[in-house]
């Protein structure tokens, strides 16, 4: 009886052991023992890689630099203490309801972006996106169409512009807004007056006040945003998000 | 029957000789094979064990001065990190307390320390994390010489942290301590916890090493390594990152959206374009150079040694920084540890050689303490890339059954993982 059970566990046991990669007599498998390594005079590849790397294209640097640290102290010592106050006064499901809602006023910009960068099916999702949350999600409030299996996709007149061939143009911080270049702020800009011409639903003057909304909706973008000044933990900081904002935008714009 | 019996144990015996306490990969059920893989990518999320969600947790920052004097040495681009700030998560009543130091260069937000922190206190710690002594923040804002590497210093200066973190918090009902730190933080709890013998604040009740590194050389040196790796499609056109990055990017447009989150990881590592174990190996090693960076221009900026950035040169908030990145990117742990710390360290000590330092800085100097203290226990993966060859046996001569092995993980894959999460409960409820 005994014997019955322990034979195939004594196998078991032999072929775990066979499957593991070859370990030593302590048990270590020397994870590096396989890698294929440059020659001794051609180690320079991390080095040379991050080098062009950091060549973005900055020549407002000490401006941005300035800016930079102004929006850290900004956040620090203004947004992230309201945003804590926001998230202490109101529920989970307030929060997500009021990030439901201006990502649905999104829906716009990326309706008009699509058909600029002649992406019918992307223009088709956002239009089909912005119909169902609006009608059926109550204003944008809630967000049914992501259970439809509608994911959200974003378009913005920056990625038109670089979509046509527009390079990004000089680096650029904007003060509280934060990393940016040339031809995004533009985009931003044109962005802003096409929400403007709409005027979705005149929601302003329903909810009282243009004002009161434009807070809320800066509350509610820092609240999404999980980007927190310090946490790379490094003095070079700037250079970091510099390239990875660059680069992300490049990304999206391939994309 | 009997005779039966005792042959088949006989031959369990033979069979694992050594293997014995450790875990098989089938017993274990960890899925990632590749160590390298396991490193970049963790746990997936349906593997890991069950924590409170953020908002669950009471949970705030706070600072502390500890180094005045900072205030006006530093240049004004460090004023975020004159103080050293570090996070607090409380529980309703009284509650035992958990140190949790992070590994090489990591913020106390970092995404491992998180991680443990909603471990421990969905379990029902207070639990305080800790940058780690190599990190841009400790050095400016809590350490006395600023050039991190001497264990012993380091634990000095953890050890005045804590120190301070109770006496701010002082209000909060502690019944008793516990100390654990992960990659090169569970190396300073080690530290720490030996100094802890001596002046006796806090009487670390158990004390868990996760995958720290042995021999501290042996460690950076391969950390170094890894970048040194022949990665294919490399040529005077394009680099390392552009070959990762042009990767992804075919990915998403096969997908059609970007969405990134670890279930894409596994998705892309399934795929066609799936990364070799050189470009992995090589993302590692550079995460890492990227942190020596930080470590060499600190260093060499508050101690004003002229190596990086040239004595007496002003900086301001607008100074470009870049050159004096460079300089530091072009110097990895090898030569930190040549131009900064053996320097620093001789002057002080009276000379020494290499070996001495590495004996010094190394788990090997704790050797007997380790043999003799039931509350430590390590926990280590058979494939860590920081390992070499006799670590793990070091490891088993000092701790014997204090030493779990786990058969996969990489380095530090394997912390959420809901066995690992489990036996970490159990060691520390002991």
């Known amino acids: ?24 007599e302590d048990g270590f498998t020397h994870p590096l023992r396989n890698l294929e390594f440059n020659p001794g005079l051609d180690q320079r590849e991390f080095e040379r890689a991050t080098f062009q790397a950091l060549d973005v294209y900055d020549p407002f640097e000490s401006m941005n630099r300035r800016i930079y640290h102004f929006n850290y102290r900004l956040d620090q010592w203004v947004m992230l203490p309201v945003v804590r106050g926001y998230r202490y006064v109101t529920p989970q499901p307030v929060r997500t309801g009021v990030s439901n809602f201006f990502a649905n006023l999104g829906e716009i910009p990326t309706l008009f ?143 | 029957m009997q005779l039966l019996l005792r042959l088949t144990a006989l031959l369990a015996l033979i069979v694992t000789p050594l293997h014995a306490a450790d875990l098989g990969v089938e017993e274990y059920g960890y899925p990632l094979a590749n160590p390298f893989e396991a490193t970049i990518a963790g746990t997936p999320a349906d593997l890991r064990a069950e924590v409170p969600s953020d908002d669950a947790i009471d949970q705030a920052d706070y600072s502390l001065r500890l180094r005045p004097e900072r205030e006006f040495t530093l240049p004004d681009n460090f004023w975020p990190v004159k103080q050293l700030r570090y996070r607090l998560a409380r529980q309703r009543g009284p509650a035992p307390l958990m140190f949790i130091i992070s590994g090489t260069g990591a913020h106390y937000s970092a995404g491992k320390t998180e991680a443990l922190k909603r471990l421990f206190y969905g379990a029902g710690y207070h639990v305080v994390q ?82 720290p590194p042995v021999n501290l050389y042996t460690s950076v040196a391969n950390l170094d390594k890894l970048v040194q790796t022949r990665v294919d499609g490399i040529n005077d056109h394009t680099t390392f990152y552009e070959v990762v990055l042009e990767k992804l990017t075919r990915y998403y447009q096969r997908r059609g959206y970007i969405d990134l989150d670890e279930a894409m990881l596994y998705d ?46 002003p900086i301001n908030q607008s100074t470009s920084l870049e050159p004096f990145f460079k300089r530091a990117l072009l110097c990895d742990f090898d030569c930190y540890i040549t131009e900064q710390l053996i320097p620093m360290w001789r002057a002080q000590y009276d000379g020494g050689s290499l070996t001495q330092l590495v004996q010094q800085v190394s788990l090997y100097a704790l050797e007997d303490y380790l043999r003799q203290s039931p509350k430590i226990a390590v926990m280590h993966n058979a494939d860590d890339v920081i390992l070499g060859a006799g670590d793990i046996g070091f490891l088993r001569r000092t701790f014997g059954d204090r030493l779990t092995l786990y058969p996969r993980g990489g380095h530090c894959g394997n912390l959420n993982y809901r066995v690992n999460a489990q036996h970490m409960l159990e060691f520390f409820r002991g």
């Open chain 1, 113 to 255: 972006n699509s058909v600029a960068q002649l992406k019918g099916q992307r223009a088709a999702n956002a239009t089909a996106r912005f119909l169902f949350n609006t009608i059926l999600g109550v204003g944008g409030v809630w967000d049914p169409a992501t259970r439809m299996g509608l994911v959200r996709q974003s378009e913005d007149f920056g990625q038109t512009l670089g979509y046509w061939g527009v390079p990004q143009g000089p680096y650029l911080i904007i003060p509280a807004l934060g990393p940016s270049n040339l031809r995004d702020a533009t985009g931003r800009v044109a962005d802003f007056a096409v929400e403007r011409q709409m005027d979705f639903l005149q929601y302003s003057e329903t909810t009282g006040g243009e004002m009161s909304l434009t807070a809320l909706r800066a509350v509610n973008a820092r609240h999404v945003t999980s980007f927190r000044y310090g946490q790379l933990n490094s003095p070079f900081e700037y250079e970091k998000v510099r390239y990875v904002y660059s680069r992300a935008r490049d990304l999206l714009v391939e994309e």
């Open chain 1, 1 to 24: 009886m005994a014997k019955g059970m322990l034979l195939p566990l004594l196998l078991a046991s032999g072929l775990a052991f066979a499957e593991s990669p070859t370990a030593d």
């Open chain 2, 268 to 313: 892309f590592q399934q795929s066609t374009l799936k990364l070799s174990d050189e470009q992995m190996a090589m993302l590692i090693g550079s995460v890492f150079r990227f942190s020596a960076a930080d470590i060499i221009f600190t260093s060499d900026l508050i101690n004003r040694r002229g190596l990086i950035v040239p004595q007496d040169y």
């Open chain 2, 130 to 211: 800790l940058s780690s002594p190599t990190s841009y923040d400790f050095m400016s804002a809590a350490s006395r010489y600023a050039t991190p590497g001497i264990s012993a210093d380091d634990a000095k200066d953890l050890y005045r942290v804590m120190q301070a973190v109770r006496a701010q918090q002082h209000k909060l009902q502690v019944t008793e301590f516990h100390l654990t730190g992960y990659s090169l933080g569970a190396l300073n709890a080690a530290f720490v916890s030996q100094l802890d013998e001596t002046r006796r604040s806090f009487n670390f009740k158990r004390v868990l090493l996760l995958n």
